[in-house]
């Protein structure tokens, strides 16, 4: 019902079986995927971030450690990055990975995964999030520190997220979002919330990149601020919104992978109109270019975007992911 109500549809549903299929016959026995046997860098922070995301997109279709068609592999998924853990929370000295995987392990707590251990992982890693949060409230490959990403700040905040949701520091996260709406606020582009906005964003403070009308980090800043607590009539959001649609992608070949998984998940936020205008298209652009040869059917290609270096297990996951958003979160659905 969900899929239909959102948007999806069997041939959606059929995308993620295949790409679950694929993810569940190329996971290493110990439980993780090794990015460097599929296009991938191959290095332990890719081979996190990599896991982390595998895992998400079948805790994203349902399946648990105790149920579902996949539960073994999602049960030594999550072994596998409770060992993995460093003893301060983190998996990797940069922020990407330890965001992605503080995710995974929040949400594989919040449906009951692995039970203590994977509640400790999960608030070990909040707690690291926590300290490396900069005092201008975003964050950076490495914090505290004096430089702002959007794009690292995206992933702390989903990973924050997802443990608020599980129950896991609740306080400490709602303050540290509060202090992370502030600075947004303060910065050109998002200090806009005017009739008039044009809905920009920045990649960092002065450099707006991918912040432009249509980018990842202008999506990024969307969902923030989504998570924030921001109305979706808000005049930033949906001026973000516009720039969003005004950019859809019109072929895989040369489109940003990370931007659509970003833009699936703040548009499907969104609702209405902008969620109408990009759901279709996307989504059967997505559907069309997923492998169906082989040993490949089910994933997807490379294709030369800024996810390049998680290789085929990434774009697969991350697609996957995106293809799962019609049951993964509510929308206001307006």
């Given at each position: 019902r969900a899929v239909m109500k959102g948007g999806g549809s069997k041939a959606t549903e059929s995308a993620v079986d295949w790409a679950l299929w694929w993810l569940a016959n190329h996971q290493e026995k110990d439980g993780h995927w090794d990015s460097g046997k599929y296009e991938g860098g191959g290095t332990p922070e890719v081979d996190s971030a990599a896991t982390g995301s595998a895992l998400l997109a079948f805790l994203g279709a349902g399946h648990t450690d105790r149920a579902g068609k996949w539960k073994t592999n999602v049960k030594t998924a999550v072994a596998w990055l409770v060992a993995a853990q460093r003893p301060d929370g983190s998996w990797d000295a940069r922020n990407y990975a330890n965001g992605i995987c503080t995710m995974a392990m929040a949400e594989a707590a919040g449906m009951g995964c692995g039970g203590s251990d994977t509640k400790k992982s999960a608030e070990l890693a909040v707690d690291y999030l926590l300290k490396e949060q900069n005092g201008s409230g975003c964050f950076d490959y490495t914090g505290p520190s004096a430089r702002d990403d959007m794009s690292v700040t995206g992933w702390c905040v989903m990973g924050l997220k997802s443990a608020m949701l599980a129950g896991i520091r609740e306080a400490d996260i709602k303050a540290a979002f509060h202090k992370c709406g502030d600075f947004k606020k303060k910065k050109k582009g998002t200090d806009d919330n005017t009739s008039t906005s044009k809905g920009e964003a920045w990649y960092t403070p002065g450099s707006t990149g991918t912040g432009a009308a249509g980018g990842a980090c202008q999506a990024i800043a969307m969902l923030v601020r989504q998570y924030l607590g921001w109305e979706r009539t808000a005049p930033w959001l949906e001026a973000a919104a516009d720039g969003q649609v005004a950019h859809i992608p019109a072929a895989y070949a040369g489109s940003d992978v990370y931007r659509i998984y970003y833009s699936f998940l703040t548009?499907?936020?969104?609702?209405?109109?902008?969620?109408?205008?990009?759901?279709?298209?996307?989504?059967?652009?997505?559907?069309?270019?997923?492998?169906?040869?082989?040993?490949?059917?089910?994933?997807?290609?490379?294709?030369?975007?800024?996810?390049?270096?998680?290789?085929?297990?990434?774009?697969?996951a991350f697609l996957c992911l995106s293809l799962e958003i019609y049951y993964r979160y509510k929308s206001v659905m307006k």
């Open positions: 548009l499907f936020q969104q609702g209405g109109k902008h969620w109408t205008a990009w759901n279709d298209p996307v989504s059967k652009m997505v559907v069309a270019a997923q492998r169906q040869d082989g040993d490949f059917r089910g994933s997807w290609d490379k294709n030369g975007c800024h996810l390049d270096k998680g290789g085929r297990v990434m774009y697969t």
